[in-house]
């Protein structure tokens, strides 16, 4: 029987979900779950079989899973009741559990409703070995290098002229839980390293505009007794959203894949 799949949201990694899991007999995506007054333009828009709502009151009863796509907000305002609801809920955004008492709302409703909180794996790599070095480890830093027009719509644009920039310059540097609360568009692959690995506070972080580069590469260190990885993920962004990463569209479909199989790696 498939997985019945709602999403929150339909921006450029939302479309591209459905655009993979479109010939999935596994995944069933039923909902899309958008703000009040955007229902009826986007169900114009939605794939054939796909219902566009706007309020957990209309969830589909059936419900296996459900998508957050929709930034640090939708995570806020709709995780608690859908964990505490029974319902899984994955996490694109995040950066938005880099406010201890919002994840703690989160993590008591999960509680509640004996339900998981998933966190996608997002534009990164590794993040498995990161999580199995976990606390074992001494130190973790993390570098974003992105082009510089990559950077607008940030608060990097109040601090350079990213339009001028001619050479590798640093635009952030400061711990995780910093770079994912000012960065929130850019960042939350920031808050997913800092919760595989040593946390917010303990992570170390350089967010970098540099003109030569051809996508966004994120890049882990991380020491312990007993390891020393070191490696770098880089790829481009989705056509239709420059500052979103193709890969996390593809590590989303992965997440929702593994809802449906039985072996799962």
Not at 16 to 39: N, Y
Not at 93 to 105: F, N, P, T, V
Request: with cysteine; charged share 20%; net charge neutral.
């Amino acid at each position: 029987m498939p997985q019945t799949i709602v999403l929150i949201g339909y921006g450029a990694i939302a479309a591209e979900v459905c655009k993979a899991l479109s010939r999935d007999a596994e995944i069933r995506i039923a909902q899309v779950l958008v703000r009040p007054g955007r229902q009826a333009a986007l169900q114009a828009a939605l794939p054939s079989g796909i219902q566009a709502i706007s309020s957990l009151d209309d969830l589909h009863p059936d419900t296996d899973f459900v998508l957050e796509c929709a930034g640090h907000d939708a995570v806020r305002q709709f995780g608690p009741d859908v964990l505490r609801g029974g319902v899984d809920f994955g996490v694109l955004s995040a950066g938005a559990l880099a406010d201890d008492a919002g994840l703690d709302r989160l993590r008591r409703a999960s509680q509640t409703g004996a339900a998981q909180l998933i966190l996608v794996s997002g534009a990164i790599g590794g993040i498995d070995a990161l999580a199995a070095a976990g606390d074992r480890l001494d130190k973790v830093t993390y570098l974003s290098r992105k082009p510089p027009l990559s950077w607008r719509g940030s608060p990097a644009e109040t601090t350079h002229n990213l339009a001028c920039i001619t050479a590798p310059t640093v635009l952030f540097t400061g711990t995780a839980r910093e770079a994912a609360l000012t960065f929130p568009k850019n960042a939350n692959v920031v808050a997913t390293v800092a919760l595989a690995g040593i946390g917010f506070d303990a992570t170390e972080v350089t967010l970098m505009a540099d003109p030569d580069a051809t996508g966004n590469t994120h890049r882990i260190k991380a020491t312990g007794p007993l390891f020393d990885l070191d490696y770098a993920t880089q790829g481009a962004a989705l056509p239709a959203n420059p500052k979103t990463s193709a890969l996390t569209a593809y590590s989303a479909v992965r997440a929702l894949r593994h809802r449906g199989i039985g072996v799962v790696i």
